[in-house]
């Protein structure tokens, strides 16, 4: 079989799928093609130069800033696919992000979140010990970090509590009990082109550190679409306007890498969406709703309140 017409539907290891089930993350060395990163890498460049100068522009509300020790910084930006750089779609629609989702979340996968979070060149404020989302854990929810930057310790490297992902965490309480120094947690240091997934129930975090460089990551979050339509927070329309994402994403792939290996794409009939024709309107579909995470700050999940998980 040529690489023009080679697929892959799924490709995590059962063993690879066990790591991540019973330590709530898994980590995949040099898992983004070499043009990838680079296109993605300057589309990283683009974003962060195109959206520094526009704090508080009311026409740029996927643009996000924060006062930090360094003085106002921008941080994140939302809803990367109408950004103008094809390369997140190509990401999107690449094997090596489409197996990870097969492999976790099987054929109903839902590209739900995309955004890419960065610390710039000076930026050495701390992330919180936090978990993204908290849920019953029927289902897989995870998120596919794809790391532009080397990501080292004494730099600002996440750590992790394996195992954390099992149950709702007391980060109040982790946190007055421990401070960075939860028993069990790992650095986890990272390469660019490095791809790390991670339960959003795993509790993570990264500590404060000064001449920090610029570190940049991509995340991509998938559930199944069995989830959502049994617990939510979005709607059956919802889904599928996220869904309608992967076509166009697939077809870009395939046109960006026409040698490269392609996705086989095999989601139910129930789940297979109808796509609308206007690349526009499919490109940026926001949230009108989130799962709650648990961190120490107001609003956060109450981990006593939260249902029995399945795991």
């Given at each position: 079989?040529?690489?023009?017409?080679?697929?892959?539907?799924?490709?995590?290891?059962?063993?690879?799928?066990?790591?991540?089930?019973?330590?709530g993350?898994?980590?995949?060395?040099?898992?983004?093609?070499?043009?990838?990163?680079?296109?993605?890498r300057?589309a990283?460049?683009?974003?962060?130069?195109?959206?520094?100068?526009?704090?508080?522009?009311?026409?740029?509300?996927?643009?996000?800033?924060?006062?930090r020790?360094?003085?106002?910084?921008?941080?994140?930006v939302?809803?990367?696919h109408?950004?103008?750089q094809?390369?997140?779609?190509d990401?999107?629609?690449?094997?090596?992000?489409?197996?990870?989702?097969?492999?976790?979340?099987?054929p109903?996968?839902?590209?739900?979140?995309?955004?890419?979070?960065?610390?710039?060149?000076?930026?050495?404020?701390?992330?919180?010990?936090?978990?993204?989302?908290?849920?019953?854990r029927?289902?897989?929810?995870?998120?596919?970090?794809?790391?532009?930057?080397?990501?080292?310790?004494?730099?600002?490297?996440?750590?992790?509590?394996?195992?954390?992902?099992?149950?709702?965490?007391?980060?109040?309480?982790?946190?007055?009990?421990s401070?960075?120094?939860?028993?069990?947690?790992?650095?986890?240091?990272m390469?660019?082109?490095d791809?790390l997934?991670?339960?959003?129930?795993?509790?993570?975090?990264?500590?404060?550190?000064?001449?920090?460089?610029?570190?940049?990551?991509?995340?991509?979050e998938?559930?199944?679409a069995?989830?959502?339509?049994?617990?939510?927070?979005?709607?059956?329309d919802?889904?599928?306007?996220?869904?309608?994402?992967?076509?166009?994403?697939?077809?870009?792939?395939?046109?960006?890498?026409?040698?490269?290996a392609?996705?086989?794409w095999?989601p139910?009939?129930?789940f297979?969406?109808?796509?609308?024709?206007?690349?526009?309107?499919?490109?940026r579909?926001?949230?009108?709703?989130?799962?709650?995470?648990?961190?120490?700050?107001?609003?956060?999940?109450?981990?006593?309140?939260?249902?029995a998980?399945?795991g």
């Amino acid at each position: 079989m040529s690489t023009a017409t080679a697929t892959v539907t799924a490709d995590l290891t059962p063993e690879q799928v066990a790591f991540f089930d019973e330590n709530g993350y898994l980590i995949l060395r040099n898992r983004i093609p070499a043009d990838l990163l680079a296109r993605l890498r300057a589309a990283g460049d683009t974003w962060i130069a195109e959206g520094i100068h526009r704090d508080g522009d009311p026409d740029a509300p996927d643009l996000h800033f924060a006062d930090r020790p360094s003085g106002r910084v921008m941080y994140r930006v939302d809803y990367l696919h109408d950004k103008g750089q094809s390369v997140s779609l190509d990401l999107l629609g690449s094997p090596a992000m489409l197996g990870i989702a097969a492999s976790l979340a099987g054929p109903n996968f839902v590209p739900t979140y995309e955004s890419m979070v960065f610390k710039n060149t000076g930026d050495g404020a701390p992330i919180d010990w936090h978990q993204d989302a908290v849920h019953p854990r029927r289902w897989r929810i995870f998120n596919v970090d794809v790391y532009l930057d080397p990501s080292v310790s004494g730099g600002g490297a996440l750590r992790v509590v394996p195992g954390s992902n099992k149950r709702p965490a007391d980060i109040c309480a982790l946190e007055e009990r421990s401070g960075w120094d939860v028993p069990g947690a790992i650095e986890v240091e990272m390469a660019p082109g490095d791809v790390l997934v991670h339960d959003v129930m795993l509790v993570h975090g990264s500590p404060p550190v000064h001449g920090n460089k610029l570190r940049r990551t991509i995340y991509y979050e998938f559930r199944p679409a069995e989830q959502i339509a049994a617990e939510g927070p979005w709607d059956a329309d919802w889904v599928s306007r996220r869904m309608r994402l992967l076509p166009l994403a697939l077809a870009r792939h395939a046109q960006t890498y026409p040698d490269a290996a392609q996705f086989d794409w095999r989601p139910d009939p129930a789940f297979r969406p109808e796509q609308v024709g206007d690349e526009a309107t499919e490109l940026r579909i926001v949230h009108t709703s989130h799962t709650p995470g648990s961190f120490c700050s107001a609003g956060s999940v109450d981990p006593a309140a939260m249902p029995a998980t399945a795991g």
